[in-house]
């Protein structure tokens, strides 16, 4: 009886047990879906650098408007998050600098660019107006190349050949003239030396800038 008891006991123990695991459900830790983190200031601001920061020197108007693209398109994906103040912030600063160091170094597309950007990010930025305008008219200055010189020995008059270049009509001409005479918004005003360059005056600018004659 004894021995029968001893084997029945474990047997019991294993049956309770599988019955108690049968009627409990084990319960798996839920998954958390944790948002990610709102995009930082810095994060914002590299996205509007990125727009532009392969670009070369000399930039055309296909690179403005692409640049200009992207720089709306993160303003639509970042407007709307927590550091977008912050972020959009750091970056008008960023165009503003941009512009300051395009007029030191006569890049005026970068300036208009940089204006562009501005006004996309802040619709009632006014602060580079003045610049903008300059800008523009210096891009309007056509290019000049010397081509050749002629003095006429009876009178002393000299003539200066020159291929000038256009870019608001994006065409090329071939103008003489002598001291004084205009053309195209520009006065020869003076030869240099013995035929090295001319001394020429953008009017609508009222500036005054110099020509050399590379033979």
């Known amino acids: 009886m004894t021995k029968r008891i001893r084997y029945f006991l474990p ?9 108690g695991l049968a009627g ?3 319960e798996e830790p839920e998954e958390e879906n944790e948002e990610p983190p709102p995009p930082t200031a810095g994060e914002i601001e590299r996205a509007f650098q990125q727009a532009y920061q392969d ?15 992207s720089i ?14 912050e972020g959009r912030q750091r970056a008008i600063q960023e165009f503003e600098a941009m512009a300051r160091r395009a007029e030191e170094r006569e890049l005026w597309k970068w300036v208009i660019f940089a204006d562009e950007a ?27 190349r010397i081509t050749g010189f002629y003095e006429d020995h009876e009178t002393s008059q000299e003539t200066v ?26 006065r020869l005003r003076d030869i240099i030396g013995r035929n090295r360059g001319v001394e020429l005056e953008y009017l609508e600018a009222n500036e005054i800038f110099e020509v050399m004659h590379r033979q």
């Not at 047997?11 to 019955?19: I, T, V, Y």
């Not at 291929?163 to 103008?175: G, M, S």
């Open 24 to 26: 409990c459900e084990i």
């Open 11 to 19: 047997f019991a123990l294993m049956l309770l047990l599988g019955l």
């Open 72 to 85: 709306r398109q993160a303003r639509s994906e970042y407007q709307a998050t927590e550091n977008w103040a």
């Open 161 to 186: 050949f020159m291929d000038v270049y256009l870019p608001e009509e994006n065409r090329r001409e071939r103008v003489q003239a002598r001291p004084g005479e205009e053309f195209h918004g520009l």
């Open 55 to 69: 670009f070369p020197d000399e930039i055309g108007e296909e690179h403005i408007e692409e640049a200009l693209n």
């Open 118 to 144: 501005l006004k996309t990010l802040e619709p009632n930025h006014s602060r580079f107006d003045r610049l903008r305008q300059r800008a523009e008219i210096q891009l309007r200055r056509p290019e000049v």
